[in-house]
Nanobody, 121 residues
Framework: AVQLVESGGGSVQAGGSLRLTCAAS????????MSWYRQAPGQEREFVSL???????QYADSVKGRFTISQELAKNTADLQMDNLKPEDTAMYYC???????????????WGQGTQVTVSS
């Protein structure tokens, strides 16, 4: 099984920066994609960014040019650097890991418990 723990959330003013970290443990060799999602109160959870094991990245249009995802395979972490934050970025941010399906890995996915990001105007 894979366990995920997010950290780095907090409160900042608009234009500020935060760096979120997702630390994975357990069967980390089974992870092939790590993603960040966010959910604002009263809204559905939405995709923010992902990074694949081959290093390719994707971003939601709303964060392109402001957020950068990276990973350190040796530390089993995936970071989300968030710059030029806006009030509309306020949400609970969740880390997700997609698990390979093969003779050694069970497939499926894992979620962290979330970390709160609040941006004031």
């Amino acid at each position: 099984a894979v366990q995920l723990v997010e950290s780095g959330g907090g409160s900042v003013q608009a234009g500020g920066s935060l760096r979120l970290t997702c630390a994975a443990s357990g069967s980390t060799g089974c992870i092939h994609v790590m993603s960040w999602y966010r959910q604002a109160p009263g809204q559905e959870r939405e995709f923010v960014s992902l990074i694949r094991s081959d290093g390719t990245r994707q971003y939601a249009d709303s964060v392109k040019g402001r957020f950068t995802i990276s990973q350190e395979l040796a530390k089993n972490t995936a970071d989300l650097q968030m710059d030029n934050l806006k009030p509309e970025d306020t949400a609970m941010y969740y880390c997700k890991a997609d698990i390979m399906l093969d003779p050694y890995c069970n497939g499926g996915h894992a979620w962290g418990q979330g970390t709160q990001v609040t941006v004031s105007s």
